[in-house]
């Protein structure tokens, strides 16, 4: 089984994915570290001397062999995997999805932090921040409420989010 966790960038994607790879002990794969790994490359390296295009291409091949393991694994996609191609018909396809949703303030308040970490707002000033998000999430959440199930994040520690996640699942 590959259980697949959707959400915004500042969602809890990887904190969530490392708890509950070893609580079910599932291999954990994070889909950016992999891209990663494989390309010698970080992600904002690889969006500044590559592009976003051809990121979206390597992202899309990789998410594909991940798909086609037979192994169990719980898999940490990135905020923009489930918009592009048919990206989420094939991750509903192939696996378990998790939506893990959180509130506009949660979600600026998580990636102020790691901005140097993410590609897409590393230039926005904080203040800037819960409108870019607001933007994007509208665009975003009609494919992020493509995923199977939805779990809100918000004001819950992560041992209750992976208790809901294995209830939802019935692991």
């Given at each position: 089984?590959?259980?697949?966790?959707?959400?915004?960038m500042?969602?809890?994607?990887?904190?969530?994915s490392?708890?509950?790879?070893?609580k079910?002990n599932?291999k954990?794969?994070?889909l950016?570290?992999e891209?990663?790994?494989r390309n010698k490359?970080?992600?904002?390296?690889?969006?500044e001397?590559?592009?976003?295009?051809?990121f979206?291409k390597?992202?899309?091949?990789?998410?594909?062999?991940?798909?086609?393991?037979?192994?169990?694994?719980v898999l940490s996609l990135?905020?923009?995997?489930p918009v592009?191609?048919?990206n989420?018909?094939?991750?509903?396809n192939?696996?378990?999805?998790?939506f893990?949703?959180?509130?506009?303030a949660?979600?600026?308040?998580?990636?102020?932090?790691q901005k140097?970490?993410?590609p897409l707002?590393a230039k926005?000033?904080d203040?800037?921040l819960?409108e870019?998000?607001a933007k994007?999430?509208f665009?975003?959440?009609i494919?992020y409420?493509?995923?199977?199930f939805?779990i809100?994040?918000d004001n819950k520690?992560?041992e209750?989010?992976?208790q809901?996640?294995?209830?939802k699942?019935?692991l």
């Amino acid at each position: 089984m590959i259980i697949s966790l959707v959400g915004y960038m500042g969602s809890g994607k990887s904190h969530i994915s490392k708890i509950l790879s070893d609580k079910i002990n599932f291999k954990l794969i994070d889909l950016d570290k992999e891209i990663s790994r494989r390309n010698k490359l970080t992600i904002p390296e690889i969006f500044e001397i590559k592009g976003e295009i051809y990121f979206r291409k390597l992202e899309r091949e990789t998410l594909e062999e991940i798909l086609a393991s037979q192994e169990n694994i719980v898999l940490s996609l990135g905020g923009g995997t489930p918009v592009y191609y048919n990206n989420m018909e094939i991750i509903n396809n192939s696996s378990k999805s998790v939506f893990l949703r959180a509130s506009i303030a949660t979600l600026a308040e998580r990636i102020s932090k790691q901005k140097e970490k993410r590609p897409l707002i590393a230039k926005i000033p904080d203040e800037d921040l819960p409108e870019f998000i607001a933007k994007h999430l509208f665009e975003r959440n009609i494919y992020y409420s493509k995923a199977q199930f939805s779990i809100n994040t918000d004001n819950k520690n992560p041992e209750d989010i992976i208790q809901e996640i294995i209830e939802k699942l019935y692991l």
